[in-house]
């Protein structure tokens, strides 16, 4: 299946083919059956939409608040909703097994395919090839057209049923390739991890994500605040050491206790004090000073190591209190 001609990108075909010659050389190294990948490479050419889409993310293009509200609608919160209730039993068994709070699943199955309703229809073998070939994040999207292949060579999923959105992000919790061979669960022990198409393991995909990058079910998100001038001019002051690998997390303040927040001037948003409890907390300004401030606890991390973005993480937040646990 070959890629639009209206939509392929005048790259160099020399480079492009050695490029696709590397890869499968790699691949067949790696212990991938040639027919595979015969399979999969076959008619792949890099796509200009894919390239323009990742160069114009909704996540880095949008102040927070046209983002949240392109989400957080009624519609979308009163469907979420209803589909808490319909599945009340599995989500609590879920939440159960993973210790994480079915609000949390919903939100982030909300945002990703609005419930399963958005359906990615990108070949995934031309996309991921395209932003592999692609200077920007090449090693990334290297390692994940390995782990496609990978997925296509245990039987993990058929050639045609390999589409996704233009980033290879697939199935109903949009996990990339990678994230399905660590993450997927099978949780209703039929011997597939059908995240395209099976609730139970949809939801257990995503609760088992967010449990392997730290979720505590004793805690929530966070909330939003309010900053006095005084420590906004200062918050250089309390910048976060080292790098994490996410962008997101590194522009975020280190942590400090709440009840310290509370001394520096932090209040909620009514004016009210911080709850007397006994955790820590960063803040975070997705727009930069003079817009909304939140204080986010450990569990907003993880939702940041699903996707590295504030807009994001804080609409998947929010989406979440507006969902609640019924």
Known sequence: MSAPAAETVSFDRKAFDEFLAGVRSEALQKGIKGSVVDTALAGVEPVMRIIQRDRSQ??????????????????????????RDEDQTLLRQVAGRYGVQPRFILAIWGIETRYGAVKADVPLFHSLATLAYDRRRSSYFR??????????DRGYIDYPSMKGSWAGAM???????????????????DGRRDIWGNRADVFASIA???????????????????IPPGLQARLG?????????????????????????????VRRTDGGELPKVQITG?????????????????????????????????????????????
């Open 58 to 83: 909704a996540e880095f293009k949008l102040d927070f608040a046209t983002y949240r509200d392109r989400v957080i609608t009624p519609a979308n919160v009163a469907r979420g909703q209803k589909l």
């Open 143 to 152: 390692n994940e057209l390995f782990a496609a292949l990978t997925m296509l």
């Open 171 to 189: 199935g109903q919790p949009q996990f990339m390739p990678s994230s399905y061979l660590a993450y997927a669960e099978d949780f209703d022990g």
């Open 208 to 226: 088992n994500y967010l449990a392997k990058h730290g979720w505590t079910t004793a805690q929530t998100w966070g909330r939003e605040v309010k």
């Open 237 to 265: 002051d309390f910048a976060r050491e080292g790098k994490s690998g996410c962008r997101a997390i590194d522009q975020m303040t280190r942590d400090l206790p709440l009840a310290e927040w509370e001394k520096l001037g």
């Open 282 to 326: 960063a803040l975070v300004q997705p727009d930069g000073a003079g817009g909304p401030a939140f204080l986010v606890y450990g569990n907003y991390r993880a939702i940041l190591r699903y996707n590295c973005a504030h807009h994001y993480a804080l609409t998947v937040s929010l989406l979440a209190d507006r969902l609640g646990d019924g």
